[in-house]
């Protein structure tokens, strides 16, 4: 069982640095990444997604190019993918005395009062029956442990929670991140299980937090991270 700091302890170290999710959506034909919170989609530095992956229907890999535009990045896979994974590393950051975030390592503002350094990771399901591949790149993740797009809306989705590839206990899960960012639907048991409420018939947006001590690093004393599962409630239909 991960032993994790309390969410409420983790207050201490959110300001405007860790403010933010990461998940996917598909727009205009293309599969876009986005940073935000709630309804929030901001703007941010391409070259911060550290890794893509795309797989088809068996979990087979399919290569995903990562294109970097000027406000964020889209992904372009090689064909048609069932699941789509993304990571996001959003660097060290420290806070000043006077509370400015400084994107820097704590080695180089001697004068911080907290340091983190902060990871995101998204989870998609795009087409029903689609297998999961191992996660391993995922630091952290919400596994669903039922086919997501077969639930139904109003119905109870079973997911696992892994942090470092080991479940993770008591972490608090955001049923619509979108759209109620702030509530929270239930939280893991001693196995990193919990069973979340499917809200939208359209896009689905289950996320978690959480904050990890750091020992022996000059630049940080916190490793904060995010994770999101995404899918639709329901099958479109023309």
Excluded: C
Aim: aromatic share 6%.
């Amino acid at each position: 069982m991960k032993k994790l700091l309390p969410l409420l302890a983790a207050t201490l170290f959110i300001g405007q640095v860790d403010a933010h999710g990461l998940w996917t959506e598909q727009r205009r034909g293309n599969i876009e990444t986005i940073y935000g919170h709630g309804a929030e989609d901001n703007a941010f530095k391409a070259e911060k997604i550290s890794g893509a992956w795309a797989y088809d229907s068996r979990g087979k890999m399919i290569p995903v190019t990562v294109k970097r535009l000027d406000d964020h990045a889209r992904l372009e896979p090689l064909s048609l993918p069932a699941v789509v994974a993304v990571a996001l590393d959003n660097g060290p950051w420290s806070l000043t005395p006077d509370k400015k975030w400084i994107n820097e390592g704590r080695s180089k503002v001697p004068t911080s009062t907290e340091s983190l350094h902060t990871f995101k990771y998204s989870l998609a399901v795009y087409s029903e029956g689609a297998k999961l591949p191992a996660l391993d790149q995922l630091k952290m993740v919400i596994v669903p442990e039922a086919d997501p797009l077969e639930v139904g809306v109003g119905k109870l989705l079973p997911v696992r929670v892994l942090v470092d590839g080991k479940p993770a206990e008591g972490i608090e899960l955001i049923g619509d991140y979108r759209g109620a960012p702030h509530q929270i639907s239930a939280k893991t048991d001693a196995e990193g299980r919990a069973q979340i409420e499917v809200r939208n018939e359209g896009l689905n947006i289950i996320a978690a937090e959480t904050y990890l001590p750091v020992a022996n690093d000059p630049d940080i004393e916190t490793r904060g991270l995010f994770a999101s599962l995404t899918f639709l409630g329901e099958a479109h239909s023309e």
